[in-house]
């Protein structure tokens, strides 16, 4: 690949940074709850017929996939995803693009994201000369929100009639200064499922416990018995965390209740021992219980799987990155077990997920925090990166 068309591309970058600061700063003013992303779609939909790409839209929700097809002879196909929604925080920066939408934010970087991949559209169709292939451009409704927008356009015939090689996907990352990406291969993201309980028993007087079932204490003894689980059930070799943040029991200092609700989380970094493990859950929970004279209702929902880095995609995509950018700009990651609904995307399809850095001169607080705001100048990263790993893949990439 020769050095003119990395050099256009970064051109088209610094040109085109009016815009995505623009695209940006509306979308971060006026965020929308996970499938209610209603007037984002609209705004994403504007901007691709003002670019005139086609699309589909109201895939699995609000979710949109544009298509840019390279003049050239190809036949490969990627995909680049951008997530749409936003968080219930309110937002404490003071900016002047703050958010409109009280109790809304966008404090996970979405707006990232989406505005990154508006100008990664128009770069690339600017180009569509150049490459031959297919970019499919998806717009992604309710990434934070069970059961994952991902997930709903999969099941809604998203690629029907065009099947992606690949797909890759990006995120802001607070670890890493503006300028640097880093890309990691194999399981990099834990699977999410929620487990909900309810302990239920006679309750009454706490002076008389010998007439009663003790809800609590019981309730109290499965989430002691769910860490053992941990420690002793699962294999060491394959992380695993089980976190119980509801604990609610209506009762009162002398009064056990009748029921206690308990809601937490369960995540894995192997798909097969997150299988193995939920059965186990519900006989600890319900035995527990039962040992202490109570019943239990026990819900295992399936939330999101594992995000997989397929090696191959990801060493290719993090060669195009340095290509890019530099050895030096392009990092390793860590594996979180947060979890991504991306991860239906990787068990489907080779993928990759990498990060890109926001960290600048000015604060930035954490993800879903009511403080977090990005350095701008790391959107030129996110839409260079991007555009390029596209390009390099359709234009000159390997079959």
């Avoid at 951008?82 to 996970?108: R, W, Y």
């Avoid at 717009?139 to 890759?168: N, R, T, Y």
Wanted: net charge negative; glycine share 10%.
């Amino acid at each position: 690949m020769n050095n003119h068309s990395r050099d256009n591309i970064k051109h088209k970058v610094v040109q085109l940074h009016p815009s995505t600061l623009a695209h940006y700063r509306h979308l971060h003013g006026h965020p929308e709850l996970s499938f209610q992303e209603k007037d984002t779609a609209d705004y994403v939909k504007s901007v691709l017929t003002q670019i005139g790409i086609p699309y589909r839209e109201n895939i699995g929700g609000y979710g949109i996939l544009g298509r840019i097809e390279g003049e050239n002879t190809g036949k490969k196909v990627i995909a680049l995803r951008a997530d749409m929604d936003a968080l219930p925080i309110t937002e404490a920066n003071a900016l002047p693009f703050k958010s409109q939408n009280e109790g809304v934010m966008h404090a996970c970087g979405h707006d990232t994201h989406t505005s990154s991949l508006l100008t990664v559209a128009k770069i690339l169709h600017e180009m569509k000369s150049e490459f031959g292939g297919t970019v499919l451009l998806i717009f992604q409704p309710g990434e934070e929100k069970h059961p994952g927008g991902a997930s709903l356009m999969l099941k809604d015939g998203v690629f029907d009639g065009i099947k992606p090689d690949l797909i890759v996907g990006q995120h802001a990352y607070v670890d890493y200064p503006v300028g640097k990406v880093g890309f990691q291969e194999g399981i990099i993201m834990a699977s999410a499922d929620e487990i909900h309980i309810k302990v239920k028993g006679k309750g009454g007087h706490g002076a008389l416990p010998h007439l009663l079932n003790d809800t609590v204490l019981a309730a109290s003894q499965v989430i002691v018995s769910m860490q053992q689980i941990v420690s002793r059930r699962s294999n060491p070799f394959k992380p695993m965390v089980v976190t119980f943040g509801k604990f609610i029991a209506d009762g009162a200092t002398n009064i056990i209740p009748n029921e206690v609700t308990l809601a937490g989380t369960f995540r894995c970094m192997d798909e097969d021992e997150r299988a193995k493990m939920k059965p186990i859950i519900r006989e600890i929970a319900i035995s527990t219980a039962k040992a202490y004279g109570c019943e239990c209702e026990i819900e295992v929902y399936d939330g999101y799987p594992c995000t997989k880095n397929d090696p191959e995609v990801t060493a290719l995509m993090k060669a195009f990155a340095t290509e890019y950018l530099g050895e030096e700009q392009v990092l390793g990651l860590p594996q979180r077990m947060t979890s991504e609904d991306f991860g239906f995307f990787s068990q489907e399809y080779p993928a990759t997920f990498y990060r890109f850095g926001v960290i600048g001169s000015q604060q930035c607080g954490g993800l879903h925090t009511p403080t977090f705001h990005i350095d701008e100048e790391a959107l030129k990263t996110s839409v260079g990166v991007m555009a390029y790993l596209a390009y390099r893949y359709l234009a000159g990439g390997k079959e």
